[in-house]
């Protein structure tokens, strides 16, 4: 089974209050649109369409430049419907998926029963039942109750076959007629259409009162490594402290080892990428770059994704100079860019014990490891 999935990147936001397309709200150390995406990573999905205003085709064609997925961005319409038409065009699998932007919580289990199902049925919508009373109400303001057990909300992701979808929006559009969702277009031209159990957390991001939902969970924890050659004429710098010594670290930036290792820690238990990648040592503005500088820019991060530096603790590996001195300047240091007490922060300093590398006094090496704390809603777009 092989299929393409339709994911609509129009929406504005404005029901948000946000002022900018909701899909690029912070997420996960992401945008929500690529977590959305990202969920259909999968072996039977062929590729994945993305209809889009015009004007935001290149951010988010920036977004998924070499994402590792086959994601191919187009013109979005005036409405959902005309994005999905168009998207359709681009389509070339046996089967198509459409999938709502603002729904990142979906879950392999229920994209692989809506599959499953559709292979079988031909159709698949997923949804899921009610919990709270329903009632049907009248334009004269009156209502009567319906048996909750009769009704479905529906989601996203729907499956159908690709070219019935594609004849149905043909017909739709000689006819001029639109709907709320494809599932409605299908049953409307084509024929019923097959419900299969979506999830009661795959909600869709709507309103103010949604943003909770991307709150950050309560913990996290990370891990940072780094090495780097200690050699003649350069300057020591260790967690932004310079320690006098015959020798420096070498490297692109300060080769302020520690710190690196502390970036990485944090970096990685906010779920973004590593200093690598943020601060490529190919790019010269960060020649000779003061580490503490970037580290300032790593805890802005965690502050922006909604993150607070709970607990620090590394260790430097080194064989000379003794480092006991210069410790609790460190542990100062590396506090200051955080923002917290300096009781959060703890360096502890070992020799590798005359062996290898490090013990040849080559090189010096550091390890951290950073408990980070949620602190609040993050609200700012990412991109
Ligand atoms: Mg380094």
């Avoid at 912070?26 to 994945?48: C, D, H, Q, W």
Wanted: glycine residues 10%; hydrophobic residues 40%; contains cysteine.
């Amino acid at each position: 089974m092989k299929v393409d999935v339709i994911i609509p990147c129009g929406g504005s936001g404005s029901r948000m209050g946000l002022g900018y397309n909701k899909l690029l709200l912070p997420m996960r150390g992401r945008t929500l649109i690529e977590n959305t995406v990202s969920a259909f990573f999968l072996p039977y999905v062929n590729k994945i369409v993305l209809p889009c205003a015009s004007a935001e085709k290149g951010l988010f064609r920036s977004l998924f430049e070499g994402f590792g997925l086959p994601v191919e961005i187009c013109d979005g319409g005036g409405t959902r419907g005309e994005s999905v038409a168009n998207a359709l065009r681009l389509c070339t699998s046996e089967y198509v998926a459409v999938h709502d932007g603002a729904r990142p919580f979906v879950t392999r289990k229920t994209i692989d029963l809506c599959a499953k199902t559709c292979k079988l049925m031909g159709t698949a919508v997923a949804s899921v039942a009610v919990s709270d009373s329903v009632r049907v109400t009248r334009p004269d303001g009156s209502s009567s109750p319906v048996d909750r057990n009769t009704v479905r909300l529906v989601q996203t992701p729907q499956f159908f076959r690709r070219e019935e979808l594609t004849k149905a929006y043909a017909l739709a559009e000689k006819d001029g007629s639109s709907a709320t969702d494809d599932a409605q277009l299908y049953e409307k031209y084509i024929g019923a259409v097959s419900l299969c159990d979506g999830d009661p957390h795959n909600r869709k991001m709507t309103d103010p009162s949604d943003l909770e939902l991307l709150a950050p969970s309560g913990f996290r924890v990370g891990a940072g490594w780094d090495i780097h050659r200690l050699v003649e004429g350069r300057r020591f710098v260790l967690g932004g402290v310079e320690i006098p010594f015959e020798k420096g670290l070498l490297g692109h930036s300060d080769a302020d080892v520690l710190t690196h290792a502390v970036m990485d820690a944090v970096l990685g238990a906010l779920g973004r990428r590593d200093i690598g990648c943020l601060f490529p040592d190919t790019d010269p503005a960060y020649e000779g770059a003061d580490s503490m500088a970037l580290l300032d820019e790593v805890a802005a991060l965690a502050k922006k994704d909604g993150f607070a530096l709970n607990n620090l603790s590394a260790t430097v590996i080194c064989e000379r100079p003794k480092l006991k001195n210069s410790i609790p300047k460190m542990c100062d240091r590396l506090a200051q860019a955080f923002g917290c007490d300096a009781s959060r922060i703890n360096v502890a300093a070992t020799t590798s014990e005359k062996t290898g590398d490090i013990g040849r006094g080559e090189a010096v090496a550091a390890i951290a490891y950073c408990s980070l704390s949620s602190e609040k809603v993050p609200a700012k777009a990412d991109a």
